[in-house]
């Protein structure tokens, strides 16, 4: 007797009726949508009368107040210092926890351990681990660094695992099939097609660490977050003002930077 697979005539379906489904996904999402605006309780009167207040606060911003740049290039520097110390560590202790969550490599239990640890990490905000280094530390750039540390595990052992699992499968099994021992695999199966990846990765949470670095200088953990929320616990929001186009400008560039050699890193 042949046998007719049920494949055919579930797509024929799919396919006749997917104006339908589209109609079931966009319903769904308004109704998402409508219930997660009624959990804000938005105050619109309340919203409209608070304008005033929020431009009166805009307008102390300016003109910025120039003679506190140097202040600034100096903080801003401290605040580099500590994204790039503190990715470098998190990057080079990402990688054993990557590999131990790879579905491709690793076995069941230790993936389990590992994604636990990933999540775990990434559950708390860098301002608390912020907090936790500065009593641990003391105020200062070594307790935002440590803290960008651990923040950076968090997400570039993520990166670094989806990285190593969206290796061509087609590509190892060939290297087995002509007797290539496991080191050999990931010389020379696995590694060029992960390291373009987990370095346009790096270089991302690079750029994003100088910004999460400015928030942690919030809770006392150096660079230019400290200075800035000085100037502002101070009333001296003309110089916050500097800070901030400071860390604009620097940023900006640094983006353009890591944009350009993630591009290089795409192509290779």
């Known amino acids: 007797m042949k046998k007719y697979s049920n494949s055919p005539i579930i ?6 009726y997917s104006w339908l489904i ?38 102390r911003l300016f003109p ?5 740049v140097n202040v600034a290039i100096e903080a801003l520097i401290e605040t580099v210092q500590m994204s790039l110390w503190g990715t470098t560590i998190g990057a080079i202790l990402s990688v054993p926890i990557a590999i131990a969550s790879a579905n491709n490599i690793a076995p069941l239990w230790l993936r389990w351990l590992a994604n636990l640890l990933q999540n775990t990490v990434r559950s708390v905000p860098s301002i608390i681990l912020g907090l936790i280094f500065v009593a641990a530390t ?26 190593i699992e969206a290796v061509d499968a087609r590509s190892l099994e060939s290297l087995e099939v002509i007797g290539a021992s496991k080191i050999q695999i990931a010389k020379y199966g696995i590694l060029p097609q992960v390291i373009p990846l987990g370095l346009g990765y790096t270089l991302w949470m690079f750029e994003y660490n100088i910004r999460a670095a400015s928030v942690l200088g919030a809770v006392g953990a150096g660079g230019i977050g400290f200075k800035l929320k000085g100037y502002i616990d101070g009333f001296e929001y ?13 940023v900006t560039v640094i983006d353009v930077i890591s944009s350009k050699l993630r591009r290089y890193l795409d192509s290779i």
């Open 138 to 163: 003391g105020l200062g750039a070594p307790a935002g660094t440590l803290a960008l540390c651990i923040y950076t595990i968090g997400y570039l052992a993520k990166f670094y695992q989806q990285a």
């Open 22 to 59: 589209n109609l079931m996904i966009i319903i769904v999402m308004g109704i998402a949508y409508i219930w997660a605006l009624q959990g804000l309780k938005i105050d619109l009167p309340l919203l409209k009368e608070s304008f005033p207040f929020i431009i009166d606060f805009i307008s």
């Open 238 to 250: 003309n110089k916050a003002t500097t800070m901030m186009l400071v860390l604009l400008v620097v």
């Open 11 to 16: 797509s024929q379906l799919l396919h006749r």
């Open 64 to 68: 910025p107040n120039w003679e506190v």
